[in-house]
């Protein structure tokens, strides 16, 4: 599917660019986002450093295992693929936490850390495994109680009450959130039929 | 306002004293261990540099070649048909897959119809509410260096529909249009 879409977004546009005269622009930013996706990844540095170091000290502090105690009951049955005691689940959870105080980037290290650990547990193979897919389900469906980037946008343009769509966004995101989590278990069971049969 | 900008000023160093405080009273190696795991950022940012790349460019030549645009007028109609603001449609359908550009088009949005107008909040409740899943999945897999994305990809666009979805119904039950 990735491939068919990341072809689809290149031909479509080629074609579309040939027919309505956008070649220049098509031209114009091809390699210029290929140099704003490197810039993106080498901007990860410093909050990857930064953020797996801090993390290291939490987790030989033993703070991430106190996290994993404290939400065992939900994690569990979120990703009964994982072992309550592994590493990943501290990862998991100290990645959601982050997302839910709106530390993005933050988040970003904790949640690569926990992909690291659960690709272990698949034994190291470059195939997605189910907790992987449900991991990032949530991470895609947005976490965040208070929606920073979007109150400070609205400050921007002179609201009255820049923080009044806190509560809509709450109720969206728990939405999304919850679907994410069902769709992934359908997906899931649609997978294990396919393998029985 | 004021106790939310101050909750998320103090939020990040409170954080980091409060691992630094306990770890030294569990007498963890501090420092060494700082450096210790920071050491594979660099590797791991490296790593990304490729599905990114693969990606961005992607992204960008179907923006800038109109064939986003044109894809998003195209299915407007419909979605204008079932109760979907016609001026929220192309944030939407671009929230998932570009990050910046969701987020120009919600301060183009909120500075056209005001940041307390019906169209306003919605972006804002849409902006906020969900997250730019292309991204994230190749950023996350890129990283441990998963090249294919199973189901995670439907997953994560069909929650976001439904996130899309449900911001629509609530802010009209809430502020109305």
Not at chain 1, 53 to 68: Q, R, S
Request: proline content about 4%; aromatic content about 8%.
């Amino acid at each position: 599917m990735v491939n068919l879409i990341w072809v689809f977004m290149f031909v479509f546009g080629i074609v579309y660019a040939a027919i309505n005269g956008t070649m220049e622009e098509v031209n114009k930013v091809l390699f210029k986002s290929a140099q704003e996706a490197v810039t993106i990844s080498l901007g990860l540095i410093s909050i990857l450093v930064f953020w797996l170091g801090l993390m290291n000290i939490a987790k030989k502090a033993g703070l991430l295992d106190k996290l994993t105690g404290l939400f065992k009951p939900i994690v569990r049955r979120l990703f009964p693929d994982v072992p309550p005691d592994h590493p990943a689940m501290g990862y998991i959870l100290s990645n959601m936490v982050a997302n839910l105080f709106g530390l993005g980037n933050a988040a970003t290290p904790m949640g690569i850390k926990a992909m690291e650990q659960m690709k272990k547990l698949n034994e190291d193979r470059d195939e997605v495994s189910r907790s992987m897919i449900t991991f990032l389900a949530i991470n895609t469906s947005s976490l965040t109680i208070i929606p920073t980037t979007v109150i400070a946008i609205r400050m921007n343009y002179g609201s009255v009450s820049p923080t009044d769509i806190v509560g809509t966004t709450l109720i969206a995101t728990a939405c999304s959130t919850v679907a994410a989590v069902l769709i992934d278990r359908y997906f899931h069971r649609r997978r294990m039929q396919k393998r029985r049969h | 306002m004021e106790a939310v900008s101050t909750i998320s000023i103090w939020l990040m160093p409170c954080l980091i004293g409060f691992v630094l405080i306990y770890a030294t009273f569990k007498k963890v190696a501090t420092y060494e261990e700082f450096v210790e795991g920071g050491k594979e950022g660099f590797s791991i940012a490296v790593s990304i540099i490729p599905y990114l790349v693969g990606m961005l460019v992607a992204i960008t030549v179907f923006r800038a070649s109109g064939a986003m645009g044109f894809l998003i007028s195209s299915i407007q109609p419909f979605l204008t048909a079932i109760g979907v603001p016609s001026e929220i449609v192309p944030l939407a359908l671009i929230r998932p897959i570009s990050g910046t550009g969701a987020l120009a088009m919600t301060s183009d949005l909120i500075g056209t119809h005001g940041a307390d107008s019906f169209i306003g909040r919605l972006a804002s409740t849409m902006q906020g509410s969900t997250d730019t899943t292309l991204y994230i999945l190749t950023v996350y897999f890129g990283a441990v260096g998963i090249k294919k994305m199973g189901d995670a990809l439907k997953v994560g666009l069909l929650a976001d529909l439904v996130g899309i979805i449900s911001a629509i119904i609530v802010v009209t039950l809430v502020f109305g249009s």
